[in-house]
């Protein structure tokens, strides 16, 4: 299992850095958009659209990103009131339920949301960037979301004796 941890703190790392880097892309472009409309008294609309493709990103991996590290937002009140034996089951049943989302959703509605803009050659309107590539996001988040669930189901089979809300 310690191959399984390596790789899964390797893929949590390489996400933590794109994050960041697009986070600050997204910083200077804003902070850029400002200064060029206050002080040059000029307005670039690439920085708008640049924008928004920054958030979309930002958005959907740092949710794969917050579900690798399970701290999705969850309302767990009722959760807490089970037992360790029943939390168990509860937790392999959410994690499940997120595997489906993911699969369905994202990676086979991503896929076809790609496909389908790459196929009918859909381009952003200031930067002319095809839509798929901007979209390609989530398919890539979901096999991500995928992979970070099996990865919490094999850990919460294997801690038997253990509080479940710590795994």
Known sequence: MERAETIF?????SIEVLLVIIFALLVLDVLWQVFSRYVLS???SFTEEFARFALIWLSILGAAYLNAKREH??????YNKLSNKNKKKVAILIEVFIFLFALIV??????NLVY???HLEQLSGTLRV????IYAILP???LLIMYFSVYHISNIVKHNNQNITNI
């Open 130 to 133: 095809p839509l798929g590539y």
């Open 116 to 118: 389908t803009t790459l």
């Open 73 to 78: 937002l969850s309302m767990d009140f009722l």
């Open 9 to 13: 703190n390797k893929i949590n790392r």
């Open 42 to 44: 000029t307005s670039f």
């Open 140 to 142: 890539f988040s979901g």
């Open 106 to 111: 994202m990676v086979i509605g991503g896929f």
